[in-house]
């Protein structure tokens, strides 16, 4: 037998982490990586933040698991502060981002079935987008390496050209239920939505009874600065999925809805074991309420800020291999003029940096949203050495 006991469906490195402190990871032989990939958008207070931990420990002594049979509330509660600081009328919670979407999509179904239009079940979605890997969220997608061998996808979706907002208005027809799309694309190559983009499908949606689904899951939760991307260009989705930054590293995703979108999504509809249990909302609780203090979020743009401005500052020392930088907050996204999976390897490997490779030759800087200067000092340092001791594959 040569296959693996761990399914061998993860290009893994030689990176082992088996601790973490703050913005740092720990391997099995001890060695230290500054971990600017926090776990791809996920630890947002780093590794082992003592007020999660506490959080943690505490509700797993107290109640870790009850079913949905019952009331909750340490779910009433979180479901509370999600409402009161955001578009959201209503909050259904889930495990994971790709469920958040799940949620997400049902949703926007039943609100058409709901008004007794069930012929309005398309999704309209964007090239290169990533909304997670349940048969659901991989049929709103266009890459190939997330498809291909898993056919037949589900009916009811089609992609477009991303910021073409011409085509979008085209491709509406009496099927179409809403457009479905990330604000900032995260895999895609953290490429943002132009403004013109995003508000031209919004005034689309208002105008042809349509929803507007964004998948925060990547760029929400204070990645970027503002609670949720979408607050950067004064556009208010009718849905909405979440996940990553939201438990920190616990597993935890919700999709936040409007009443009106929501209307749908009686008793008996939707589910989940886990989602919700109390253990997760009280990771989720307390995470938001350290994340969406405005002083909090005034540290993410302050450092975000100081790590963009150090980026395009390093360009042109080296500008045969770096060509630009993109994104917004601590969503960072260095463009490569070659291949960015290489360049993402030798920092690891030979420098002890964590980022993470995306598409369009991006190198992902994810650090966790509590990294101070100093921090951002070592990244630079880093990256300027490894820029200097690179040599891109031959093409
Ligand atoms: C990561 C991601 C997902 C999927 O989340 P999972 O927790 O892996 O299911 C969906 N949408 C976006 C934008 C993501 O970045």
Redesign the pocket.
């Known amino acids: 037998m040569s296959i693996t006991p761990l399914m061998p469906v993860y290009p893994r490195c030689g990176v082992r982490p088996v601790r973490g402190e703050g913005c740092y990871l720990f391997g099995e032989r001890g060695e230290r990586y500054l971990d600017f990939a926090s776990g791809?958008?996920v630890n947002a207070l780093g590794h082992g933040d003592a007020r999660l931990v506490k959080a943690i420990a505490d509700q797993a002594a107290t109640l870790m698991h009850v079913s949905n049979l019952y009331g909750s509330p340490q779910g009433e509660k979180f479901a509370q502060q999600i409402v009161d600081s955001t578009f959201a009328d209503t909050v259904f919670f889930t495990?994971?981002?790709?469920?958040?979407?799940e949620c997400a999509i049902k949703t926007a179904r039943r609100y058409h079935f709901a008004n007794g239009q069930p012929e309005r079940h398309t999704i309209i979605s964007f090239s290169n987008?990533?909304?997670?890997?349940?048969l659901g969220?991989i049929s709103a997608t266009n890459q190939p390496k997330m498809r291909d061998g898993f056919e037949p996808l589900l009916p009811g979706f089609t992609v477009l050209p991303f910021n073409d907002l011409e085509a979008a208005k085209t491709a509406i027809d009496d099927s179409t239920a809403g457009f479905m799309l990330?604000p900032i694309?995260?895999?895609g190559g953290i490429l943002p939505a132009t403004p013109e983009f995003l508000s031209g499908l919004r005034a689309l949606c208002d105008e042809h009874g349509l929803l507007l689904i964004l998948?925060?899951?990547?760029?929400g939760v204070g990645r970027t600065g503002a609670l949720f991307a979408h607050e950067h260009y004064g556009v208010k989705p009718d849905i909405m999925?979440v996940?990553?930054g939201i438990g920190a590293g616990f597993?935890l995703?919700a999709c936040l809805a409007t009443e009106e979108a929501a209307k749908g999504m009686v008793a008996g509809t939707h589910g989940s074991t886990y989602g919700g249990n109390p253990l997760g909302m009280a990771v989720g609780s307390t995470v938001w309420g350290i994340i969406s203090q405005p002083e909090f979020l005034g540290h993410v743009n302050a450092m975000g800020e100081r790590l963009r401005g150090a980026l395009e500052q390093l360009i042109p020392n080296h500008d045969a291999l770096f060509d630009s930088v993109r994104g917004m907050g601590l969503m960072l996204g260095l463009k490569l003029k070659s291949d960015s999976r290489a360049f993402v390897a030798h920092l690891r490997d030979r420098h002890g940096l964590l980022t993470v490779a995306a598409g369009d030759n991006v190198v992902r800087i994810l650090p966790p949203l509590v990294i101070n200067e100093a921090h951002i000092a070592e990244c630079i340092e880093k990256l300027s050495a490894g820029a200097r001791d690179y040599t891109p594959p031959a093409a």
């Open positions: 791809i958008a495990n994971s981002g790709a469920e958040a979407v987008a990533f909304h997670g890997r349940t969220t990330e694309q995260g895999e998948d925060e899951v990547q760029c999925s996940a990553k597993p995703g």
